[in-house]
């Protein structure tokens, strides 16, 4: 009678190792993985960039920045004296008005006017209240308000731009806490 030798075979563990590199990939293959995640995450963390790039721009060029936002775009805009305005007529004290100021284009070394890709949209949100959006940007000089200002100084409005994509559960969000930082997040539907 021969006496056998505790443990296993390399037969019995080749065997335990195919088994088990068949099931892991079959849970690889059972997890749907949804790539919509990571270009909101892509998305968000670019437009987190781009406020970023206005705001040190806003800092470094001593230029008032605004940012005009509609559900699909962000454009910039900068706060410049209207020189064609300097022959102001003086009010009725006598004293010459304040020239006036206009928002202008702007485009900087990283900071443009921003389409967002289709079927995602914004919703922002100042200080926590909800701001309604239009659906695009119209062009009229006369009557531009930025939603959202970077002062040359350093200050900033605070605001949360919420970044979804039609159908999808999942949305990003960009918070500016209003000293130059930003945070960009994908909040999950499970969570």
Known sequence: MTHRNAGFTLIEILV?????????????INTSHDGRY?????ESERIKFILTAAADEALFQNKNLGLLLSKTEMRPYFWEEDFAATNAVPNVSGTP??????????????????????????????????????????????KIEPNAFLFASGEQTPLTLTLSIDEFTATARVRGDGLGRYYAEVIREDE
């Open 16 to 28: 335990v190792l195919v088994i088990i590199a068949v099931l892991v990939s079959m849970a690889t």
């Open 38 to 42: 990571d270009d909101l995450k892509n």
């Open 97 to 142: 008005q304040a020239k006036p100021r206009i928002w202008k284009p702007y485009e900087g070394r990283h900071v443009k006017a921003y389409q967002l890709p289709e079927d995602y949209s914004f919703e922002l949100a100042i200080e926590g209240q909800t701001i309604s959006l239009p659906y695009t940007i119209k062009e009229d000089e006369e």
